[in-house]
Structures are given as C-alpha cells and as structure tokens.
C-alpha cells in the first residue's frame, strides 16, 4: 500500500535523488492509490497505480503502459511532465 510516511525512504532509482516530489492524483487520508513520484534532479517520473510506485529503471519500464497512465492523468499532470517527462512522455 503506498501511503505518505514511505516517501521519506524512496529514492530515484536511476541517479539516487531523494526526495521525489509526489503529486496526488486519487487518493483518501494517507492512502495513495494513483499518483506520481517526481525526480526533480533527472526529470524521471514513476507511477503510482493501484497505490504500487512503478519504480524501475528505464530498461525495465513498459512504455505502452506510462504513455497510457499519462494520457490517463494528463488533465491532473504539469505540462513539463507530459511534454519532457522521462524516460518516455506524449512528445516521444
């Protein structure tokens, strides 16, 4: 279950960063059930669907699945994310 107290231990898996920023996209009291991680440092974004963060490195992640989770979320997601975001966005 991803809930607020386990951001203080998550880090981006790619360069270390920490801490990923968190944008809330559904969630009730301290439960998150979507959202996404924000690693402001290299840009990357990580998922958080069905209150599972999708943290893995760009070589494991399914593309078809993050550009279906922005389209998704993209009327709740910055414009930066959805345009530059990493390691796949909707300009890619």
């Known amino acids: 279950m991803m809930i607020r107290k386990v951001l203080e231990v998550l880090a981006c898996p790619v360069d270390k960063y920490h801490p990923l ?3 809330e996209l559904a969630s009730t009291g301290d439960t998150i059930y979507e959202g996404v991680l924000l690693c402001r ?8 669907v069905n209150q599972v963060p999708i ?5 494991l992640r399914n593309k078809r699945e993050d550009l279906a989770f922005l389209e998704k979320w993209k009327s709740g997601l910055p414009e930066e994310l959805l345009t530059s975001g990493k390691p796949w966005n909707q300009k890619s």
Do not use: A, H
């Not at 440092?41 to 958080?48: F, V």
């Open 21 to 23: 920023d968190l944008l």
């Open 55 to 59: 943290m893995l490195p760009d070589n």
């Open 41 to 48: 440092r290299c840009g990357r974004y990580y998922p958080i």
